[in-house]
């Protein structure tokens, strides 16, 4: 029965290598602003950051849309403390990364309602533009930026997600062990066949030197016979 699903097994595995998956997270290590984070508001001050991702542009236009994807943070107090504890920022990806892009964060006071609303520019507190080169990998790049009277210090880094590989996330590749493959995947993506198993899927038993020689000793006593 399932000979008669590996070809529709396999087409699917060739549609999914199509397709790219992957997460941009930055992390807000500090910030501060000789204005005055949250301004005349010195009770219950709270801020909260926006990133959003962009095709690598040479004059940067920070307004919408932001065509790789945008996040927003929590809504946190604006003492140091709280900014360097927040968790990081995800932006969420399925196109092959591209390894160059427009990054654009700001820093926003949160409206007294406790929503964190971009409507009213006047909330603004600072905004950073800037193009960025980036590798897949786990280590986290540190920048830092001075502009606007402020300083904002920051790390980011982007990940593929599960089973997608390859320095543009679009590898696919899934281990397993059943009927429709015996393998595992390296790095870039590519299948590393289980010990006894060969073929591109790992699918074919992969025959023993000692089976071999019996086959061929089989063979040569008919023939001498």
């Known amino acids: 029965m399932a000979r ?5 097994v396999l087409m699917l595995l060739c549609v999914q290598t199509t397709l790219s998956s992957g997460v941009f997270e930055l992390k807000i290590n500090s910030f501060s602003s000789s204005r005055g984070v949250c301004g005349f508001q010195t009770r219950d001050c709270q801020i909260f950051f926006r990133v959003c991702l962009k095709h690598s ?10 065509t790789y ?3 927003l943070t929590d809504i946190f107090g604006a003492d140091s403390k709280s900014i360097s504890s927040s968790a990081p920022i995800r932006v969420l990806f399925h196109f092959k990364w591209p390894g160059t892009f427009s990054l654009i964060i700001e820093a ?22 800037t193009r960025r080169r980036l590798t897949v990998g786990e280590e986290w790049s540190q920048d830092v930026d001075f502009s606007n009277k402020s300083e904002l210090r920051y790390s980011y880094h982007v990940l593929c997600n599960e089973h ?28 590393v066949c289980l010990e006894g198993w060969t073929g591109e899927y790992c699918a074919h038993p992969q025959q023993s030197p000692a089976r071999f020689n019996r086959h061929t000793l089989q063979l040569n006593v008919r023939c001498l016979a």
């Open 57 to 66: 542009q040479d004059v940067i236009n920070p307004e919408p849309p932001c």
């Open 164 to 191: 997608y590989h390859g320095a543009e996330c679009s590898a696919y590749c899934r281990p397993r062990n059943d009927t429709f493959g015996h393998y595992t995947c390296d790095e870039t993506g590519n299948r």
């Open 4 to 8: 008669f699903f590996l070809p529709f």
């Open 108 to 129: 926003w006071n949160a409206e007294s309602s406790g929503i964190g609303s971009t409507d009213n520019q006047n909330n603004l507190i600072s905004r950073l533009a």
């Open 69 to 71: 994807g945008t996040a």
